[in-house]
């Protein structure tokens, strides 16, 4: 699958560096436009807010729009995502009541500066994911009421299937009511704890159901299954090996591969290709 410009070296750097300054520039604006409106809107504390210009913060929401178009214009769809995320939390704020306040002001500002940081990393070819960005992203999305937030969000590639090899020695599975429920107990154990046992032991179980999968050729929702269930193995040895932390992102995982699990069991293997894409490029 084909890696956006965020994740490569940016061929142009002279169109980097414009957008960079302009980018500063929107930004320095819409910040200065938000601080007027929350001093106006203190001024007139005890009387009615909606005296205050609503076009201070439209002006603002227009400067981070702005910035959205040139990001993507040159090709950074991922920086274009966290700023349209601040957009979005803008747009929520300036509802009537108007709830931005010091907070939320900063929290804006915050996910701007990260992405200035990352665009200067990205100028003098320092290698930068742009997931480090997901702090800012998350905080920003939250004021946006967003449904979703996941890391994964920041990883802008066109999903695509493939097949992966699987682990030649693990011992065929398939799912059936035994398998679910030695993966519910140790997805339980894992939980509760912080260390790897649960998890290496999830990790075989899937392997197993990968090699299961992949032993049924010509059925194609089973390949991508398999796809699925190895990529699950490959999620719990990371974790086994204290290489992914097992946090809310994580536990959310391992729930979703519990429900696709039982969806499996009832031999309903097509939402691994139709419905699943989304549960195999966060794994």
């Given at each position: ?66 910035g ?27 509802g ?20 200035l ?49 699987v ?71 990371a ?35 139709d ?8 794994l």
């Open positions: 699958m084909d890696a956006p410009h965020d994740t490569e070296t940016i061929d142009d750097l002279s169109a980097l560096a414009w957008v960079q300054d302009e980018l500063r520039r929107s930004l320095e604006a819409a910040h200065k436009a938000m601080r007027r409106y929350l001093k106006e809107a203190e001024a007139l504390a005890g009387s009615d807010v909606d005296a205050v210009d609503p076009g201070v913060l439209r002006s603002a929401r227009a400067q981070l729009h702005q959205v178009g040139a990001l993507e214009l040159v090709g950074l769809p991922v920086a274009a995502q966290l700023l349209r995320a601040s957009e979005a939390a803008l747009h929520k704020l300036s009537r009541p108007v709830t931005l306040n010091a907070a939320a002001a900063e929290t804006i500002e915050q996910a701007s500066f990260a992405l940081d990352y665009l200067a990393r990205l100028l003098v070819d320092k290698p930068v994911s742009p997931v480090a960005m997901f702090p800012q992203y998350r905080a920003v999305q939250e004021l946006a009421g967003a449904d979703r937030i996941h890391p994964a969000d920041l990883w802008l590639h066109d999903w695509q299937w493939h097949e992966i090899a682990d030649p020695g693990a011992t065929p599975r398939v799912a059936d009511a035994e398998l679910r429920s030695e993966v519910e107990t140790q997805t339980l154990a894992l939980m509760r704890q912080t260390d790897g046992p649960a998890a290496a032991t999830l990790s075989d179980l899937f392997a197993g159901l990968a090699a299961g999968a992949r032993a049924v050729r010509g059925r194609g929702a089973e390949r991508w299954l398999a796809t699925s269930w190895q990529l699950a193995s490959a999620f719990f040895e974790q086994a090996q204290g290489l992914l932390r097992l946090d809310v992102y994580s536990k959310r995982i391992a729930s979703r591969l519990l429900a696709q699990l039982r969806m499996s069991e009832r031999g309903d293997a097509a939402p691994a290709r419905a699943s894409p989304r549960l195999a490029q966060d």
